[in-house]
């Protein structure tokens, strides 16, 4: 099978018309697509690479080598799992590499991560290793914590966890503040791996 025949195959799959599969994996136009089916350009690994972070389904050998089969039924069955609140046998880290658990987020605080959605989690044993500027959840003597981590070295007993919803209240303050606790305070603390986004059933990793 040739690259544009894949490409075809993406298009039948997607059910899209040509511009919108652009849109969706964030090709400019979809010029891009004419040009690959007249062999003026090949389908070159940038492309492929947004196929695959816009599908992750679609198994990586089958689009670079046309390894059959074009799509991992296991990973449909994750999704569909979820979504029906049923179990399966199926192991997270097939898409999220360590993942240990996924949690329903109930705040606003993060913009990242819509209201209702499932929080793929990694637990965090050694709070040494907390990045400064990651997304965490974290339980906390004081209450639950999610937010980017800002780490101050001049006070490093402290975590703050930095919501990026900037909505103000009506008194023109913000309604999500920074939240700092100390680490001693944390119960645990999980780093967010991606989120799995009901509306369209995406998972949605986001940079490790």
Known sequence: M??????????????????????????????????IRREAIGMSANVKSKILAAFPEIR??????GEEPMIDETHIAFLESIKNRTRVPVSLGSFFQGADTVLQNNSEAMNEYPKGCLLVLKRVINYDGIVHGRNYYAETSQGTRLGTV??????PSEVTFCPTNTELLDSNKRKYLPLTVSRLNIERIFIILGSINFEDEELIPVGV
Do not use: C
């Not at 849109?23 to 400019?28: A, R």
């Open 2 to 35: 040739t690259d544009i025949e894949r490409l075809e195959a993406v298009h039948t799959y997607s059910n899209m018309t040509w511009r919108g599969l652009a849109t969706k994996i964030g090709v400019k136009s979809p010029q891009t697509f004419v040009d």
């Open 150 to 155: 800002s780490l101050d070295e001049s006070n």
């Open 60 to 65: 990586k050998e089958w689009l670079l080598n």
